[in-house]
């Protein structure tokens, strides 16, 4: 399933992120993906805060990688940003393969490395709108067609 949605701001771009927390579970990946500034950030923030998480999430860029455990969360979450990421194999390094056996993935430039790597994503793309805001296009694989239909 594939679609598209504008969102006029952060707030409403948080405010959707919070809509997936409810049906997110361990070994989920949700692949963000769009330029500086386009909106990533702030999803992956609103799936935090619905997963429960109190403070603001910082943004994973210096640090790669973000854990996220209960019971500061509902459930484990790794939320990562590949942007400064080179090679396919400096994903072993943070051990992103093991983490879907127990957690959900939040991934920031996941083109950074090749797509055959990611089993049954939910796709998310942030462009600018040509109204103004944001435009976000989804693409659920089959893991996740009818679990989340963003509105």
């Known amino acids: 399933m594939t679609g598209t949605l504008v969102l006029p701001d952060a707030a409403a771009t948080e405010a959707l992120g919070r809509t997936l927390a409810p049906v997110l579970r361990a070994g989920d990946v949700v692949l963000l993906s769009g330029g500086l500034g386009m909106g990533k ?10 997963l429960g998480l109190a403070g603001e999430a ?3 860029t210096f640090a ?12 484990p979450v790794m939320h990562a940003d ?3 990421i ?3 194999g ?10 879907l056996y127990d957690s959900a993935l939040l991934v920031e430039w996941p083109e950074r490395v090749p797509a055959s790597i990611w089993r049954d994503p939910l796709r998310l793309d942030f462009a600018v709108a ?22």
């Not at 950030?41 to 619905?50: I, K, Q, Y």
């Not at 790669?64 to 459930?75: D, F, G, N």
């Not at 400096?90 to 093991?98: C, H, N, R």
Request: charged letters at 20%; aromatic letters at 12%; hydrophobic letters at 45%.
């Open 41 to 50: 950030t702030s999803f992956a923030r609103g799936v935090l805060a619905g």
């Open 58 to 60: 910082p943004s994973p």
């Open 64 to 75: 790669i990688l973000q854990p996220y455990a209960p019971p500061e969360v509902r459930l």
């Open 82 to 84: 590949l942007y400064r």
């Open 86 to 88: 080179e090679d396919a």
């Open 90 to 99: 400096e994903l072993e390094e943070l051990g992103l393969a093991d983490a």
């Open 130 to 151: 040509p109204a103004g805001g944001r435009a976000l296009t989804w693409h659920a694989s089959a893991a996740w067609e009818w679990r989340w239909v963003p509105r």
